[in-house]
């Protein structure tokens, strides 16, 4: 058996069957650069009209048939022995890299999948490039799996003005990445993955190494995607502003396969100049991406299920359909497939959404998460209504079958601002060690708040109890309401209103009145016209009361929330 280079002997464990014995420290350096962590490299005979040559194999040195291989333009497929050959054009190409076939996973170092190698740094002989061999461990349960999707960490230094009005981001993220970890570590008997969609910095390059630190934590392997705010603000064009985190994670368009399904990711916003920095942004695919998503696509059948991981939503969002370069071009191309899931972050607010029947794009099905810390000018525990948290979804036979809320349930930061925000409708206080416990019982925060229900009766200028459903979509069942002593009423869409969670709206109205810094800020909104999707009335005929909120989710599990006022 070949020596594996992984950091968590736990994860070679899940997912290699390797032993305890076979594990040594990787060796320093950035992952996938050029260092010899995949295993020493047989020069191999280059055919006429190539210049690059490479191999995958497995753990006991088969060449592995069928993986495809990129250098981010052009793909091709390894032969039945494992060998790929290549015409590149090193002027600009910087990787190479493959789609990982379904049951086998690449080499993990530091919380990385490694699944790439910098051309700049592999060896010549007469001529032609000779890539370090790819090295795939196989996975103990390829078709079962559980993935954790995060979204838009942001960190700022501590020392930024909007980074000192609530809480500090640093320590947002520090909550986060802890929670990850004992939620990982209570998984045991599969495989587990994250992708973060995004935003893993803001604007702050240095800031990279404090997200790497997190990560190396987790105990499990993480794929990122570039967010419009992890390109440097400094740089000259789009190509140049993402070469920041082109260094930590490798390229930023890429794929890879997990049982039946092809996880493509997706860098779809275009950097362009705004006031002499480069923070602004076009939707959709360069000529370049559509290219290779189209070469990649072409080795995946169309029986396979889609998963695009892109940092903005690649279909509708919130305010209406997405408009994108390429848009109708990956839209016919995607929609072509068994099944199609499009992740994404960016606007900070959760919104799931399937086509209906009839729609060009039916059955295609949007996922998009809010901030994982918090609101993002104060990192406060709500963004958009959504506590701080992620989603946590199940493969199953090679599918998605579920996915979940998970609330964070950890707040070890200090609060930094003046005063304090109401937090009367919010569920939940912290205790002396940072740990949210419920209001109603002392229990901790957990998986079972899906759902806020509150009754702000005359707040509105109305008389009803209102749930915000974290993850509703059309494929949930219609919440009731039932007071108690009453019978069940079905609650109804609230349409348009100014409030989307109204404990989103009151903490909002109090920074921006009390903070002179957001008082003056013109895109800092006390009320939030957010997602109706989401939210949800009941007429309350009664000053004060009580009663539960249920809902079915489109799994089957029943959540429910009490209220009294």
């Not at 979940?404 to 601002?417: M, W």
């Not at 005359?458 to 219609?478: C, E, H, P």
Request: with cysteine; charged share 20%; net charge negative.
């Amino acid at each position: 058996m070949r020596t594996i280079y992984l950091l968590f002997p736990a994860l070679c464990l899940a997912f290699a069957g390797c032993h305890p014995a076979d594990i040594v420290n990787p060796v320093p350096g950035p992952p996938g650069q050029g260092d010899d962590i995949d295993g020493p490299q047989t020069e191999i005979p280059v055919p006429d009209g190539m210049n690059l040559a490479g191999t995958v194999v497995d753990i006991d040195g088969n060449g592995i048939s069928g993986v495809v291989v990129t250098d981010g333009r052009q793909c091709t497929e390894t032969r039945p022995d494992g060998t790929y050959f290549m015409k590149v054009d090193p002027e600009v190409c910087r990787f190479i890299h493959i789609s990982t076939p379904s049951g086998y996973m690449p080499v993990v170092r530091n919380g990385l999948p490694v699944f790439y190698k910098l051309l700049s740094r592999q060896r010549k002989v007469n001529g032609a490039y000779q890539v370090e061999e790819f090295l795939l461990s196989p996975v103990q349960d390829p078709g079962r799996a559980t993935v954790f999707f995060t979204a838009d960490p942001q960190p700022r230094a501590s020392g930024a003005g909007y980074d000192n009005i609530g809480y500090h981001s640093l320590d947002c993220c520090e909550d986060l990445y802890r929670d990850l970890q004992e939620t990982k570590a209570g998984i045991t008997d599969r495989p587990v993955f994250g992708i973060c969609l995004g935003d893993v910095v803001h604007e702050n390059m240095s800031l990279f190494s404090n997200y790497l630190s997190g990560l190396e934590r987790l105990g499990y392997p993480t794929y990122n995607v570039l967010g419009n705010h992890d390109n440097n603000p400094s740089a000259a064009d789009d190509e140049a502003a993402a070469r920041d985190f082109e260094s930590h994670f490798g390229p930023r368009n890429y794929s890879f396969n997990y049982g039946n399904i092809h996880f493509v990711v997706l860098d779809n916003l275009i950097m362009k100049d705004n006031s002499g920095r480069l923070t602004g942004y076009d939707q959709g695919l360069t000529d370049e991406l559509w290219a290779w998503l189209q070469a990649d696509l072409s080795h995946v059948p169309k029986t396979k299920t889609i998963a695009t991981c892109s940092h903005s939503p690649m279909f509708k969002t919130l305010n209406g359909e997405r408009s994108a370069r390429h848009k109708d071009d990956y839209a016919a191309l995607l929609t072509g497939y068994a099944k199609v899931h499009a992740w994404a972050g960016h606007t900070h607010a959760t919104h799931n959404y399937v086509y209906p029947a009839g729609h060009k794009y039916e059955g295609l099905e949007v996922h998009t998460l809010a901030r994982s810390t918090g609101e993002l000018w104060t990192n406060e525990y709500l963004a958009s209504g959504t506590p701080r948290g992620y989603t946590i979804a199940e493969i199953e036979n090679g599918e998605f079958a579920s996915w979940r809320f998970h609330p964070v349930k950890y707040q070890r930061g200090k609060y930094v601002g003046s005063g304090t925000p109401p937090y009367d409708l919010r569920d939940w206080d912290y205790d002396a060690s940072g740990v949210a416990r419920m209001k109603a019982g002392g229990g901790v925060l957990d998986e079972s708040y899906q759902m806020h229900v509150y009754a702000p009766v005359g707040t509105y200028g109305d008389s009803k109890v209102y749930a915000n459903i974290f993850l509703w979509d059309s494929q949930w069942g219609t919440p009731e309401f039932t007071p108690d002593g009453g019978t069940p009423v079905p609650m109804t869409h609230v349409e348009s209103s100014s409030r989307y969670d109204f404990a989103d709206t009151a903490f909002k109205t109090f920074y921006k009145t009390s903070s002179e810094r957001l008082s003056a800020d013109s895109g800092y909104k006390a009320t939030t016209t957010a997602n109706p999707n989401t939210l949800f009335s009941a007429p309350c005929s009664a000053l004060s009361g009580a009663g539960t909120v249920r809902v079915t989710d489109r799994f089957g599990n029943v959540y429910s929330g009490r209220i009294s006022w």
